[in-house]
């Protein structure tokens, strides 16, 4: 009798210590389970800190960006093309001083006493190119930014940027001649690659992407990379952009002053 006691004593002590342990093990359980979240939140934490972080830092990039943009163009209230006389504006430094163009619209500008100083300034561009031909520029430019109602300087300027002069240039994405269009472009000018049907077509490209934006800088940034890369300001995380408006007017004022 007295074993029999015992045993039961024993089993209920088993029985007593393994609940003990039973509930040990969840409390085990549930303590790994908050490490667990709290590693979880602090990964979220972590993550979202970082997204801050590249999100002001894209910020900043694109104001610096723009900021460039804005010295190195000179472009006063959103504007350039206005009129071809006597605007002048300050480099960042506050010494140099530039006249810039603001109209895209000046078909009143003639060669007239230039017609020599652009040759000779083209010959600096393109030591190749013979004067003959340098002539049948000058007059698809001229003859073509007064059809369009184009500043010809301007065309000349892009013209420079695009193939220094170098009708034969053709680059690595396709785009060919003096004003560097694409095969889309022939096609929707309806030009062809002659001298003349590539000034023509440039000049088209230009006016319709004035017409389109109003703006000088945006309308470069359409000829040069295409009116989509406005969306969102896009166009200034592309280098080549970034440094073909600056390109642009720097010609257009050397050849403007000639």
Known sequence: MKKIVILLIVLESLIIVGEGVKKIG????????????????????EIQKAEELKTQQLSK????????????????DNQMFEDDTAFVSSFPNGVRKTKIVR?????????????SRLINYIRTQNSRI????????????????????INPYL????????????????????????????????????????VEGNIKGGVMHLKRDY??????????????????????????????????????VKYYNRIRNL
């Open 211 to 248: 017409n389109k934006t109003k703006d000088v800088v945006k309308t470069l940034v359409c000829y040069n990379a295409g009116c989509g890369r406005l969306s969102n300001n896009e166009w200034t995380r592309i280098k080549e952009t970034r440094e073909y408006i600056p390109k642009v």
């Open 61 to 76: 990039e694109n104001q610096d960006k723009n900021e460039y943009v804005q010295e190195n163009t000179n472009v006063t």
């Open 26 to 45: 969840f409390g085990e359980q549930n303590y790994k389970r908050e490490i667990g979240f709290e590693k979880q939140r602090k990964k979220e934490i």
């Open 103 to 115: 109209n895209i619209e000046k078909p009143q500008i003639k060669m007239g006493n230039s017609k």
């Open 155 to 194: 065309v000349l300027a892009v013209m420079n940027t695009e193939s220094h002069f170098n009708h034969s240039t053709v680059s690595s994405a396709g785009a060919r001649g003096l004003m560097q269009l694409m095969s889309f472009n022939f096609r929707e000018f309806g030009v062809d690659n002659s």
């Open 130 to 149: 013979s004067e003959n031909e340098i002539k049948r520029i000058l007059r698809a430019v001229f003859g073509y930014s007064k059809q369009y109602n």
